[in-house]
C-alpha cells in the first residue's frame, strides 16, 4: 500500500511540481530515469523550509563501529559526489554500462534508497567462498574463464553507498571485493552516502514497509 501512494505521489509530481526554486544546479532542475518501467524524476525538494528528522539528523555515533571513512577505501578508486552520482545514474546505470549498489543490509535499503540501486549487502562479500564471489562477479558482467580465471573487460562499473561518512558498510564491500580481484579503476565511492543525498534533499525511493529504528 504505501508503494501504491509513493508511485502515485511521484506521478503528481510530474504535473504539479515547481522545481525552479531549488534546482540541482543552475541549470539543471530534474533529471528523469526509469527504474523497471517506473519513471522516477530525480529533484531537490522545494520547500525551503524543509529540515531532516530522521535518524539522519544524528552528528555523532558510537565508535567503532560508526568512525569516519577515508574518502578513498582502496587505492585506484574513483570519488565522486552528488553531481556525478546522478551523472553516473543517468549515463551508465540508465544505459546499462554501470550499477549503483546501496551496499547496506536489507533493511535499511527497503525503509529508503537512491533511485536506481540495487541492493548487495556487504555481508555477501565477507567470504573465502570462490564459487560465492565467481557468481557475484558474473552478475557484475565479468566472465569466468575454464581455468577459474576471471575476465574483467565487460565487468561493469560499480559506484557503492551506504549511510554516510560514519558508515563502513560500503567500504568494506569494495576493500572485500578488490581483494579478489575486481579491479579499482571500475569502483566509485559515494562516500556521502544516505546522509548527504538526504541533507540536499533530492529524491529517495522507499521499497518496503520495513522501519530503520
Known amino acids: ?17 515547481d522545481y525552479t526554486q531549488v534546482k ?7 533529471v528523469d530515469v ?14 525551503t523550509a524543509n529540515v531532516l528528522s530522521d535518524d539522519f539528523t544524528k552528528t555523532s555515533r558510537v565508535c567503532p563501529p560508526f568512525c569516519v571513512q577515508p574518502i578513498r577505501p582502496v587505492k585506484g578508486v ?3 559526489e552528488e553531481l556525478e552520482l546522478i551523472d553516473f545514474i543517468k549515463n551508465k546505470v540508465a544505459k546499462h554500462k554501470g550499477l549503483l549498489i546501496d551496499a547496506r543490509t536489507p533493511k535499511w535499503f527497503k525503509a529508503e534508497t537512491i533511485p536506481m540501486a540495487i541492493n548487495v ?3 555477501i562479500t565477507q567470504t573465502d567462498d570462490k564459487k560465492i564471489i565467481n ?20 565487468a561493469k562499473d560499480l559506484a557503492l553507498f551506504c549511510n554516510g561518512i560514519w558508515c563502513g558498510q560500503s567500504p568494506t564491500f569494495i576493500r572485500n571485493i578488490t581483494r579478489h580481484g575486481y579491479p579499482a579503476n571500475k569502483l566509485y565511492y559515494y562516500r556521502s552516502g544516505m546522509q548527504g543525498w538526504k541533507l540536499l534533499g533530492l529524491t529517495t525511493v522507499i521499497n518496503g514497509d520495513e522501519e530503520v529504528k
Open 135 to 154: 557468481k557475484l562477479f558474473t552478475l557484475f558482467g565479468a566472465k569466468v574463464k575454464p581455468d577459474g580465471t576471471i575476465d574483467y573487460t565487460n
Open 121 to 123: 549487502p556487504f555481508t
Open 1 to 17: 500500500m504505501h508503494k501504491i501512494i509513493f508511485i502515485q505521489f511521484i506521478f503528481l509530481s510530474f504535473i504539479f511540481a
Open 34 to 47: 526509469n527504474e523497471s518501467g517506473q519513471n522516477i524524476r530525480i529533484h531537490r525538494i522545494n520547500d
Open 24 to 30: 540541482i544546479t543552475k541549470d539543471i532542475a530534474y
Open 78 to 80: 574513483h570519488n565522486l
